[in-house]
């Protein structure tokens, strides 16, 4: 094998490779970039066999042929080279890497192309496409609150369904439910409802360019994905996804409406006198303000009143700071409420202005 192309048309497509391999084991092939030229283009494909990754760009293919490097090792050499084009050849069992009209020379072991495990393939399924804008920010208005409970494998990932009128988008961790329920002008095929790792929306997110349409497939196993020349996927979690209708309130009483920054700021300032692993604020609602209070402990105890619009009873809520705070922190919009009917049901946090997410957190037990 042997082929030259810039510098930094190969380092863009192995930083991104990088994620899909499993660096635990140098010594697996699964910690291996597979590099395959012909016809002046190099394919680039890397897998932990969870989750794959492929791309092709163009090179100046001298020999056909095909290797698989450690990918770690190979990423460090490409970042370490000058902007300048480089020439890349095989021979006994090692991979030649040397920049053009320069002395820098390195040989970098391969194993051979055909012990690369072989790549999921979509088959007849077809694509259809959304906006890259669109399918991300849906993941980012849920994606803090799935579970790190690997017990409840089901809910460690982001689960999605087709909707009448576009994709639904859920995550829960038991204690906090976060929903988007998107309308997309694109056509949407039916699928089955998905559980779909987190890893994926990571790596989707390094990916694009949140410009332009993303391509998706949903099977019954997989989710492809693929932008450009860039073709990605990830095995689907399986398991029984809980029917989270059922948690979100029908009606609630009470509306407290309030700016988001004077919210995220109190957050901010009171949770440093927080030590207790529940991270357990105090908000108490009544028409002068809320009163935003740490729990007491051995460093002290800290206290702010935001003002809110609110008309309703004098109320006590005792929740997990955190679940109020990761939605606050991409919430859209100046203001926000907190809809409650009773201070220990299910609160319901939103945006003021009309928008097609919402956020559920369960309270505390005020001596829990």
């Not at 635990?24 to 794959?52: C, H, M, P, W």
Request: aromatic content about 10%.
């Amino acid at each position: 094998m042997k082929f030259a192309c810039n510098k930094e048309t190969i380092l863009n497509e192995i930083i991104y490779s990088m994620d899909f391999t499993s660096q635990r084991n140098s010594l697996s092939i699964t910690s291996n970039v597979y590099l395959e030229t012909f016809d002046d283009k190099l394919i680039i494909r890397a897998t932990d066999q969870k989750i794959g990754f492929s791309t092709e760009i163009a090179v100046q293919t001298i020999e056909n042929g095909s290797i698989t490097v450690y990918c770690d090792r190979f990423l460090n050499i490409l970042r370490s080279l000058p902007n300048s084009e480089i020439q890349f050849s095989t021979k006994d069992g090692m991979l030649a890497i040397k920049p053009t009209n320069q002395t820098i020379d390195f040989k970098l072991r391969t194993i051979s192309g055909d012990e690369f495990p072989q790549m999921e393939t979509i088959g007849e399924t077809p694509f259809f496409s959304v906006s890259q804008r669109d399918f991300n920010e849906m993941a980012t208005q849920t994606i803090f609150s799935i579970s790190e409970d690997e017990t409840r494998f089901f809910l460690c990932g982001l689960y999605l369904e087709r909707s009448s009128t576009g994709m639904n988008m859920v995550a829960t961790d038991g204690r906090r439910l976060s929903i988007v329920e998107r309308k997309f002008s694109e056509e949407i095929p039916s699928f089955p409802p998905v559980i779909i790792p987190s890893k994926f929306f990571i790596e989707l997110k390094k990916l694009s360019s949140d410009e332009g349409l993303l391509d998706l497939c949903i099977t019954e196993n997989l989710i492809y994905a693929k932008i450009g020349n860039r073709f990605f996927y990830s095995n689907l979690i399986k398991g029984q996804y809980p029917n989270y209708r059922r948690v979100i309130p029908e009606t609630q009483k009470y509306a407290a409406t309030m700016r988001i920054q004077d919210m995220l700021d109190a957050l901010k300032r009171v949770s440093l006198l927080i030590e207790n692993k529940a991270k357990r604020i105090f908000l108490d609602i009544s028409e002068a303000g809320v009163l935003v209070t740490s729990d007491e402990s051995e460093l002290g105890e800290a206290k702010e009143i935001i003002p809110c619009k609110y008309e309703g009873p004098e109320s006590k809520v005792s929740l997990n700071f955190v679940y109020l705070l990761n939605p606050l922190k991409v919430m859209e919009g100046e203001y926000f409420s907190i809809n409650f009917t009773e201070p220990t049901r299910a609160m319901t946090v939103k945006p003021e202005a009309e928008r097609d997410y919402f956020h559920i957190i369960m309270p505390m037990q005020p001596n829990a």
